[in-house]
């Protein structure tokens, strides 16, 4: 791996207490940018300037900015105005459901910075507030609910570590609505119009990986003129962000369970996406959790 496609980047690290802030940093630093962790946004210059005079301005930094931080943090996003830092600057957001954070933190015995004597819920609602406006101007949401650390690292290297990761990446991933939406997603399409394969006894037991369920669910009526509609729409999102300086899309694709239509379309629409030239990855949250 190279860092020669984030020479001089900044990346800001931020997200609820319990979502990985801390591994995102170890992999970072792993991919050779200078970590600062716990830094109150207001030194956010400061530390660029430092590092500039001792390490050069080619060299990537990364920093992860939190509620721990107190009065300060907000101050974070005056401190991220375009060119603030005379560095290129992508915000990173790391999330996860409320169970599995009240899970983690509860494994750590660690009360949460906003608990304030009160229920490690009712801190991670107070941390919710606090950084929805920020979560919104995030360039990179990753949500950590279902993932390991070993699959996190995965992530934020393969935004930060390739070459290709300048360019706009686009994850194109299944889920069912039953488990619920993916938090991340930029964009959501809802597969529940085309027949269920589920229903036919020789497809049930298959999945939108195999040809025989693909090719059934491509092959009913408006499976075509939907793709033919969707993945022009979802090219002139993706030159828009390009022009805007945005690099990560996520594109959801849901039916009942996650196993046989959004798994057969999410295929296709990341390989339609590919042949247009874009980076794309397929993904199936979960697939085989029935």
Known sequence: MTLEDHRGELVVVTGMTGAGRSTAAKELEDLGFYVVDNMPPSLLRDVVRLVDESKGPEQPIAVVVDVRSGSFFQSLQANLAQGATGRRTTLVFLEASDDVLVRRQEAVRRPHPLQAGGRLLDGLQR?????AELRSDADLVIDTSTL???Q???????AFGAPEAIQLQVTVTSFGFKYGIPVDADFVAD????PNPFWIPELRAGTGRDREVADYVKSRPGAAEFLDAYVPLLAGVAEGYLREGKRFMTVAVGCTGGKHRSVAMTEEIARRLKDLGYTTRAAHRDLGRE
């Open 127 to 131: 941390e919710r507030s606090v950084l």
């Open 148 to 150: 390991n650390v070993h």
């Open 152 to 158: 996190l690292t995965d992530r934020i290297a393969e």
């Open 191 to 194: 597969m529940r119009f085309l």
